[in-house]
């Protein structure tokens, strides 16, 4: 009886003498002739109200994934507030069922605009793909991505299976990824350009206490690192990528009882005293995504966190 894994020296190493003969892609920066990343003309039309308006105006469509969590729905009525038209909502059948009634408040608080809900595992490279086509079939196009989607794994690193860890990962890490590239490539193949902000976290700068979440800070690490590295790949084609870093919200993550103790420990490391509102991400969301007030900003990692890394 002949093993299959005899041949597997060979193969290494031909795959070893492969490397030398590799042929590797390299990125392509913009140049100050580029319509897509050339600075935008001031409007000297417009008066001082007028202009203060438009610095921060978000503009076209957008998709929000994790949409129908609290950061989500906080994010998507300021962009809203700041002129965005369409919006896409991903996120789990689950979550879009109980978030109904406040994304049903969303609808009446701007009954102009267009608010849809598209449900997706971002984990999936063919459901991103497929709900990604149904948002552009939708909207008629994509111009800004936020990606809030996300899940907290906290357990003892000794005590973690392989599948604990890879799951964390690959929702918060390879989640962001699929749904960043598929945005990209909607937005290249437009040649219009767009924003992508991802969710980083604090976590991503330091070692979080006193609970242990090694897979959740290494995944939230790797947010805010392939946020540079888009940022300078894509930059040629118009789109900016930024990631924002918020510290303890107070969103149903943090809640319950049970977690009391932790919280005091939390906000009393904070110089603020206390953990976030999710109203308080808002500003940075509308910043990054605006094309005035955040058109020379990517790669950045914008940390919302009341101090905490202060200390």
């Not at 994509?142 to 989607?149: H, K, S, T």
């Not at 899940?151 to 860890?165: H, K, L």
């Not at 219009?192 to 969710?199: A, E, P």
Request: glycine share 10%; proline share 4%.
């Amino acid at each position: 009886m002949t093993s299959n894994n005899t041949a597997s020296p060979q193969k290494d190493q031909d795959a070893r003498d492969a490397l030398t003969s590799r042929r590797v892609p390299t990125m392509v920066l913009s140049t100050a002739s580029n319509p897509l990343t050339a600075p935008i003309v001031r409007d000297s039309s417009l008066n001082s109200v007028n202009r203060a308006k438009a610095r921060f105006a978000t503009e076209g469509n957008a998709v929000l994934t994790g949409g129908a969590g609290g950061l989500g729905l906080a994010a998507a009525r300021a962009l809203f507030e700041h002129g965005l038209t369409s919006m896409c909502l991903f996120d789990l059948p689950s979550t879009l069922t109980s978030s109904s009634a406040a994304i049903s408040a969303l609808r009446s608080e701007f009954p102009g605009n267009s608010i849809h809900e598209i449900p997706v595992d971002v984990t999936s490279a063919t459901a991103v793909t497929d709900a990604f086509s149904q948002a552009i079939s939708i909207m008629g196009g994509i111009d800004i991505l936020c990606c809030f989607a996300g899940i907290v794994g906290t357990v003892r690193s000794e005590d973690a299976t392989a599948e604990q860890f890879r799951k964390v990962i690959d929702v918060n890490l390879t989640g962001s990824f699929l749904c960043a590239q598929a945005a990209a490539r909607h937005m290249i193949a437009s040649k219009k350009g767009g924003s992508i902000m991802l969710t980083s976290s604090i976590s991503a700068h330091h070692v979080n206490y006193p609970q242990p979440q090694a897979a959740y800070n290494v995944s939230k690490i790797g947010v805010s690192h392939l946020t540079r590295n888009l940022a300078a790949e894509w930059a040629t084609h118009g789109i900016r990528v930024n990631s924002i870093s918020p510290g303890y919200m107070d969103t149903v993550l943090n809640a319950g009882d049970n977690l009391q103790e932790l919280r005091d420990m939390w906000a009393s490391r904070c110089p603020f005293g206390r953990m976030g509102d999710a109203e308080e991400i808002t500003g940075a969301v509308v910043l990054l995504c605006s094309k005035r007030g955040g058109g020379y900003i990517t790669g950045c990692d914008m940390i919302i966190d009341g101090g905490a890394m202060t200390l």
